[in-house]
């Protein structure tokens, strides 16, 4: 009876290497709130400021860097509408339509137990 090889009995040689397509997925996908940014755009094309609502817990400055990522991976398609003040809409693009089966396997997971929730009196 044989057991898979564990971490400790990997090679150097074993880590992911450039090209490799898993450093490409967590490259692109991986940060804390890629996947979170990906979940609110799959509904639909939304503004800087409606996202931020969404995620109330994520910096300005880190959903910048995160949209930036994005776009830059072509997950993303970022549009800027020449109004005054200038109006920028994010949805997810045509190769970003690729990540929809793990964003539909996100939404699927559940908390195994209840969440306590507190509630002011």
């Known amino acids: 009876m044989s057991t898979a090889p564990s971490i400790q009995d990997a090679k150097l040689s074993d880590a992911p290497q450039p090209g490799c397509p898993m450093t490409a997925a967590l490259n692109a996908i991986g940060g804390k709130w890629s996947m979170i940014c990906l979940y609110w755009l799959d ?58 089966p793990l964003i539909e396997a996100v939404r699927l997971l559940r908390p195994r137990e209840p969440r306590l929730t507190l509630h002011a009196t």
Do not use: Q
């Not at 996202?51 to 072509?74: F, Q, Y």
């Not at 993303?76 to 005054?84: D, H």
């Not at 200038?86 to 690729?98: F, M, N, T």
């Open 43 to 100: 509904s639909g094309t939304r503004r800087f400021n409606e996202l931020r609502r969404l995620m109330p817990d994520i910096s300005h400055k880190v959903l910048t860097a995160t949209l930036r990522n994005l776009e830059h991976e072509g997950l993303i398609c970022r549009t800027e509408l020449p109004e005054v003040p200038l109006r920028v809409e994010y949805k997810i693009s045509p190769y970003g339509e690729s990540v929809r």
